[in-house]
């Protein structure tokens, strides 16, 4: 096992009721558990989202913590939170990383898995 370590799983889902396709809205939600499956308590600090539509449109989105926090997050315990993101375009993908400091000091990214956002079936990437 590593010390520094979480692992991420992503549930992304189409929001039709939040979605205008005649105007170009397309609205995902998904929730995020982040699991520290390392040794040593850590914090996560700062998240950094890349998300791309299917016209090839990238935006980039960085910010500290998640959803208003920044847990710490001891061995074997996960955070989860839920939050969305809108396309131009029926489909698109996210992925990005979170920033986070262990609590010995130690800093460390995770990496964000490659996910889909889908107006028909949202799924995730392995």
């Not at 009721?17 to 390392?38: D, K, L, V």
Request: net charge negative; proline share 7%.
């Amino acid at each position: 096992m590593a010390k520094y370590q979480f692992k991420v799983d992503v549930v992304p889902q189409y929001v039709p009721e939040q979605s205008s396709p005649a105007q170009g809205i397309y609205s995902f939600s998904y929730r995020i558990t982040i699991t520290n499956s390392g040794e040593v308590p850590a914090q996560l600090i700062s998240r950094h989202w890349v998300i791309t539509d299917a016209a090839g449109q990238v935006e980039q989105v960085k910010g500290l913590g998640v959803v208003g926090h920044q847990p710490l997050i001891p061995p074997g315990e996960a955070f989860q939170y839920s939050s969305g993101a809108r396309l131009r375009t029926p489909s698109g993908t996210m992925q990005g990383s979170y920033f986070c400091v262990a609590e010995d000091g130690e800093r460390f990214e995770v990496e964000i898995p490659v996910f889909v956002l889908d107006d028909g079936s949202a799924r995730v990437l392995h």
